[in-house]
């Protein structure tokens, strides 16, 4: 398997327009987790699914923030409108669940730039 | 509710020594994870040791080891034999379906 596949990589974008990011779990994988992690906070969970369904988004900061899981290799995290504050890198990450002896599976995160 | 609190903001160890990365945390579960990752400045997260905490016996992975301490909620890092690639951002976290994590430790590894 080629593990968690996030896109972009980067992504610098303009105050007030909208951004998706993207995330590709481990086939197989049951949970899915949404991070931010930023220098003051470190790393905070934002949203995390259990076969396709939303189980805990009590991490979201704002009404701007919106996050999907259509099927289980495909989950999308949506920011609109994109503020300066949002600046961070996003990791999307999976499991098979609790007894997931290698925890979870992080991707390569997306670093977002909102200027 | 679940918390973590890693009091070390950076830390500093001399190739070859012995360094121990502190964590705390608080939960009321009973049956739950600990974990402690690496992130290198490649930003990749790595797992580096888990640990349930039914087990009382301490973790261990090659020169990294943990103490848990159950009862005073504490889950510290020790990382022997410092060697420069161990130069990252360590993580500690706890949890069961969701991780909560710290705000992590940066270590050097001074040659």
């Known amino acids: 398997d080629a593990g968690v596949i996030q896109s972009p990589r980067h992504e610098v974008t303009e105050m007030g327009q909208e951004v998706t990011l993207r995330c590709k779990p481990i086939?197989?994988?049951?949970?899915l987790f949404w991070y931010r992690q930023t220098m003051m906070r470190g790393l905070e969970l934002l949203i995390y699914f259990n076969n396709n369904v939303p189980i805990d988004d009590s991490g979201m900061p704002e009404d701007r923030f919106s996050a999907k899981m259509p099927n289980a290799s495909f989950s999308t995290l949506k920011i609109q409108p994109s503020e300066p504050r949002d600046s961070a890198v996003y990791f999307c990450a999976s499991s098979l669940g609790p007894r997931d002896l290698e925890g979870y599976t992080f991707g390569s995160g997306t670093r977002l730039t909102v200027v | 509710a679940q918390t973590v609190t890693q009091s070390q903001p950076e830390m500093s160890v001399q190739e070859a020594e012995t360094v121990t990365l502190s964590c705390t945390y608080d939960?009321?579960?009973?049956?739950?994870?600990l974990f402690w990752y690496k992130q290198p400045p490649s930003r990749q997260m790595i797992l580096v040791i888990r640990?349930?905490?039914?087990?009382?016996q301490n973790a261990t992975e090659n020169r990294f080891s943990v103490n848990f301490q159950k009862a005073a909620k504490s889950f510290s890092l020790k990382i022997s034999d410092s060697q420069l690639g161990d130069a990252a951002m360590y993580f500690c976290g706890e949890g069961t379906y969701k991780y909560i994590f710290g705000t992590g430790t940066r270590l050097k590894v001074l040659a």
């Open positions: 939960t009321s579960e009973s049956d739950y994870y």
């Open positions: 640990q349930e905490a039914y087990k009382q």
């Open positions: 086939s197989g994988h049951d949970y």
